[in-house]
């Protein structure tokens, strides 16, 4: 059998690549303004289809979405069998086809990937695709349905969901029926699972207080409250923020959780009460902050250290308590988790603790590593994973005491509350939920367990970001020649002084991190370095000058 190139062609010829655009399948797949992505969200489907061949035809996911990004923006990526990340081998495929300048460059990409890969195009290839609120998904997702049916795809369509709800779903579909069954692949399924494994952790615990939700004006609005029906109980007391998903021009604009991080104050539309919680998810509802104001009425962030410190500890203690000795729970942040946090893990949790390279693909396959590898990026954006060598220990305990049989309890049903394809702000909530239930902690409570390092993350617009190269991890500049140097001098001025620049893998831009023992000592590093990178590697627009 071989590609029907007639059928190819003519769906190809309705979405023609703008001339100008060169696309790039990055940190989290292609992201752009959404209205130049047609041809790439097409060329994404038939991608899925040859990636679900290549996999005997296991369902892959196809997520159009741009996150925290712009509304005006839109993205596509690829989900693989088990929820996780597209492999990277592929990434060059994708790219490749998204830059073929006509249909007949097209078909070409499409037959060497099948040659190259060895491809059974007599196997029916499945793909489940979903959207997130923004006003060019219904274009993208008409384009997409196009390259489904191109290369004749067995396709389900789950809608306006969460990205995370759709890792899920294509987890679920691909253990049906197997001893690694994930759940029912539907909205009622998800929210089943996670709001049962929930209750059970939490039943004859103290209630906790109303938690208030800033939902970014996406579509975590709008699904949070159908999970908060289905647990419907006063441990799921909510109220949700920020859930305008029908007027244009709200999504992330003022509220999120980029915004929160980014500027470390609350959202708009949110007034922040002393002794109340909150929490902000981004745009498709994979990241989650809490914050709170003191009696002063100032703001304190627990952003993505501080979840992955929580949820580490709780597990940490729960292993000894269930006499799992050699089971290690370990942590993955990236460069951006404040030095604070990774000082805590190291000295005070006594646990082992990695650095990834920004993009959760990343920090998953560290934590598949790990025996129990909770990670995090600052913000907000992880999960927990339990290696199939952990799964086997818990299996294999033999609990004695009633503390230990509760322990060994606890831990599985943790494992049924944490959606482990993927960050997933819902199932993160809930995780934070039920920890500060069990322990009856208040948000100050669960933030004394170390000061965060006052930190900035600032953004310099350059003439051409691909001439930056780093190494170790993303924190050392290896081009262009001579700006590390400069770096390196600038924070040895710096009591704790730590900073670096790199390439961001989302926008056309360079991102400057800066943390320093005082916050004045922190925004004039920042602003310095931030300065040297605008007038050595050829800035755009204004100069980063706010306190030099
Ligand atoms: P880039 O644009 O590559 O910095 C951003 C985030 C990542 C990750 C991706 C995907 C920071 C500094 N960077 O990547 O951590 O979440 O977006 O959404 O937060
Ligand atoms: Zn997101």
């Keep these: 059998m071989s590609l029907n190139v007639e059928q190819i062609s003519k769906y190809s010829d309705k979405h023609p690549k703008p001339s100008s655009t060169t696309f790039t399948y990055g940190t989290a797949g292609f992201r752009t303004i959404g209205e130049t992505l047609e041809s790439t969200v097409f060329r994404c489907g038939m991608l899925a289809a040859l990636r679900s061949q290549s996999k005997q035809g296991k369902v892959i996911g ?52 099948v040659q190259e890969e060895r491809i059974d195009l007599t196997i029916k290839p499945r793909v489940a695709y979903a959207r997130d609120t923004r ?32 890792h899920y779903f294509v987890r679920c579909m691909n253990t049906e029926n197997s001893s690694a069954a994930y759940g029912e692949p539907t909205e009622a399924g998800y929210n089943a699972k996670y709001g049962q494994a929930f209750l059970r952790l939490v039943s004859g615990k103290q209630t906790p207080t109303k938690l208030y939700i800033d939902a970014a004006n996406g579509v975590g609005a709008p699904q949070v409250l159908k999970l908060a029906d289905a647990i419907n109980s006063p441990y799921f007391n909510i109220e949700v923020r920020n859930s305008d998903t029908q007027t244009l021009g709200k999504l992330n604009v003022d509220c999120g959780a980029d915004h929160v991080k980014s500027n470390q104050r609350p959202p708009a539309g949110v007034t922040l009460v002393p002794g109340s919680r909150y929490c902000s998810f981004d745009g498709d509802a994979d990241r989650i902050l809490y914050y709170y104001a003191d009696e002063h009425g100032t703001f304190h962030l627990l952003d993505g250290d501080k979840i992955s410190t929580l949820v580490a500890t709780y597990l940490r203690d729960l292993v000894s308590t269930a006499g799992v000795d050699d089971l290690q729970v370990g942590v993955v942040q990236t460069a951006y988790a404040n030095g604070n946090s990774t000082s805590y893990i190291k000295d005070t949790l006594k646990l082992p603790t990695v650095f990834a390279k920004t993009g959760v693909k990343h920090l998953h396959h560290e934590a598949e590593k790990m025996n129990i590898g909770v990670y995090f990026e600052a913000n907000g954006h992880g999960t927990v994973l339990f290696n199939p060598s952990a799964v086997a220990k818990l299996r294999a305990v033999e609990p004695a005491t009633p503390a230990q049989v509760d322990a060994v309890e606890r831990l599985w049903a943790l494992r049924d509350l944490i959606n482990e394809s993927v960050g997933d702000a819902m199932s993160d909530m809930l995780l934070v939920e039920t920890i500060l239930i069990c322990k009856g902690w208040t948000l100050p409570q669960w933030d004394e367990a170390y000061t965060d390092l006052p930190s900035r993350l600032l953004k310099v617009v350059v003439n051409d970001s691909t001439i930056f190269k780093t190494t170790n991890a993303e924190q050392t500049l290896m081009s262009p020649p001579l700006l590390q140097d400069v770096v390196d001098s600038l924070v040895t001025k710096f009591p704790r002084g730590r900073a670096f620049v790199r390439p961001s893998g989302t926008e056309d831009a360079v991102r400057v991190y800066a943390e320093a023992a005082t916050r004045r000592d922190c925004d004039q590093l920042a602003y310095s370095v931030a300065g040297a990178v605008f007038d050595k590697a050829g800035g755009r627009g204004e100069r980063p000058s706010e306190f030099i």
Aim: hydrophobic content about 40%.
């Design 62 to 113: 196809v997520m159009v979405t741009a996150s925290h990004n712009r509304e005006e923006d839109n993205g596509v990526k690829l989900v693989d069998p088990m929820g996780e990340m597209l492999q990277q081998s592929w990434e060059g495929y994708c790219t490749t086809m998204a830059n073929a300048a006509t249909s007949e460059e097209v078909v070409e990409v499409l037959a060497h990937i």
């Design 135 to 166: 006003p060019s998904g219904p274009l993208l997702q008409a384009a997409l349905e196009d390259g489904l049916s191109a290369l004749d795809v067995d396709a389900s369509n789950y809608g306006v969901v969460t990205t995370p709800q759709l």
